[in-house]
């Protein structure tokens, strides 16, 4: 009987030894996975901001891309957004007109920064835009969103659209720590015009939340070839604000 306590006795050191490795080891290999990486600011004016920031989508972007400034402005250009209308609305009042969603003077703001945030960034990562500016009326205006390279696609994602909501102390809906129930956007779909060089529209966005997410994947390259470009983002615009 004593010996069998013996051995017991002996064998518990043993299997707090065994255990205490593996959780050493279970801590160094969490410490040796790669870390997430910090997002990069690229350009930032008032609430108008360009960032590199992790893609949680794909690992596959073709980046650092190179794209100019006026090639992206051109690209911008041909992206149309139109409110959304269930059938008993179009039947009242028809389908919404289709409006550019990137004015001139915020393609002057974002072109250059976009580029230059393209250029920076890695296969695991994409590019983030925001653009606010108070309207006539007081209220906050924003268009949002994303983009990428994914050769021979180029992807622009949109979650706001020329949005106009209540301002606040910070208006981004990402950032935003505030307790209160985040305000519903307008619902829009997106299109690309030249249609022809539009490989895929989607639609997507959080269970339960009220972000939308539309993604255009544009054969760029061959958009690029036939569209009229839109000079003048290339000399210098970078640190810059648009002229009216």
């Not at 149309?80 to 002057?108: M, S």
């Not at 060089?197 to 958009?223: C, H, M, N, T, W």
Request: a negative charge.
């Amino acid at each position: 009987m004593n010996g069998i306590r013996n051995a017991a006795n002996q064998a518990r050191p043993w299997s707090v030894r065994i255990l205490v490795m593996l959780i050493g080891l279970t801590l160094a290999a969490g410490c040796a996975s790669k870390p997430v990486s910090a997002s990069k600011l690229v350009y930032q004016s008032g609430l108008n901001l360009v960032r590199v920031e992790q893609d949680p989508d794909s690992t596959v972007n073709t980046h650092p891309a190179a794209l100019s400034a006026t090639e992206i402005g051109t690209l911008l250009r041909g992206v149309r957004a139109w409110e959304r209308r269930n059938v008993i609305h179009r039947l009242f009042a028809g389908q919404a007109d289709k409006t550019r969603a990137f004015r001139d003077e915020e393609i002057a703001i974002l072109a250059p920064a976009l580029a230059k945030a393209l250029a920076q960034a890695s296969p695991s990562e994409r590019v983030y835009y925001h653009l606010s500016h108070a309207t006539e009326h007081g209220e906050e205006e924003t268009t949002t969103g994303w983009l990428s390279v994914r050769d021979p696609l180029l992807l622009v994602s949109l979650s706001e659209v020329h949005d106009r909501h209540s301002p606040g102390p910070d208006i981004s809906k990402y950032d935003r720590q505030m307790p209160n129930v985040p305000e519903i956007s307008a619902e829009f779909d997106v299109t690309f015009e030249p249609e022809e060089y539009l490989a895929k529209v989607s639609s997507a966005g959080r269970l339960f939340a009220p972000d939308q997410r539309e993604e255009l994947q544009i054969r760029y390259r061959d958009a690029l070839a036939s569209m009229p470009t839109q000079p003048g983002l290339d000399r210098g615009r970078e640190n810059s604000p648009p002229q009216p």
